[in-house]
């Protein structure tokens, strides 16, 4: 009965966005972890119940709609602070998106009350279960950085949208040349010459949708018209970059309303 009780749900894995080390969603009941030590930043968010847990030997919780970020090297336990466990999703972070130099603020200021932020995680989790869904979860990933390192160093407040016409054009140049191929965050801001953060912003501001809307936005008119020239979903899936004809099916539904299969048999 005991082991019935204690119920256990966890998955895993190491998606292809740089900087994240592991994605973890679990669901716990009655299991406490022991102290321990993580050599990467973990950034938590509980969608039901609550967590206690030590850290730097000062206590604290998980209240909902709360982020909780955990610096590396520092140890820390965690156990359900209500009867029925928690359900817990996670993201561990390089140092690439947090420098060491927070890990200080972090160990005084754990856990934020920030709905924005907290909703931009779970936006971000749901990216990264997707594949092929890799630049909105990279691009989603840079602002949630740098809301992080606001809340840390509140003097440096950056997510405040600045106009760049001409940089958020260089990037829709680009994204157009490369609708197919696509394009990781960090090579186009390379070739721009912009910061991965002001980048995203600044096509957001210059256009009312952020970069990977936009290239979904011209894969699915793509789709549309190989669809009605009367190519199976499979073969416009491969043709127009989707990474599979189910990553395919999920955009043209949103963006069109129906699936491409449908779609497809609707023409005339």
Do not use: C
């Amino acid at each position: 009965m005991a082991a019935a009780r204690d119920r256990q749900e966890v998955s895993a894995w190491r998606p292809s966005v740089p900087g994240v080390t592991e994605v973890f969603h679990a669901h716990f009941t009655e299991y406490a972890y022991p102290m321990h030590v993580h050599e990467a930043w973990t950034l938590l968010i509980v969608d039901d119940g609550a967590v206690r847990y030590d850290l730097d030997r000062r206590e604290h919780g998980t209240p909902h709609d709360t982020v909780s970020l955990l610096p590396p090297h520092v140890p820390h336990n965690g156990s359900p602070a209500t009867p029925h466990g928690f359900r817990k999703r996670v993201l561990y972070l390089d140092s690439t998106r947090l420098a060491d130099d927070l890990i200080g603020p972090a160990v005084d200021s754990p856990d934020l009350a920030d709905p924005v932020l907290r909703l931009r995680v779970g936006q971000l989790h749901a990216a990264l279960a997707q594949p092929g869904d890799e630049l909105e979860a990279d691009s989603r990933l840079t602002l949630i950085g740098d809301r992080l390192r606001a809340h840390l160093r509140p003097r440096t407040l950056t997510d405040v949208p600045r106009r760049d016409p001409v940089l958020a054009r260089r990037l829709r140049e680009l994204l157009d040349e490369r609708v197919v191929p696509g394009i990781g965050l960090d090579e186009a801001a390379a070739v721009v010459q912009a910061h991965p953060a002001h980048l995203v912003r600044a096509f957001s501001t210059a256009y009312g949708i952020a970069p990977h809307q936009y290239l979904m936005s011209r894969r699915v008119d793509r789709a549309r018209r190989l669809l009605l020239e009367g190519r199976s979903p499979a073969e416009v899936a491969v043709a127009t970059g989707f990474y599979d004809q189910s990553h395919l099916s999920r955009h043209f539904r949103k963006l069109v309303g129906v699936p491409p299969g449908r779609y497809r048999g609707s023409a005339r």
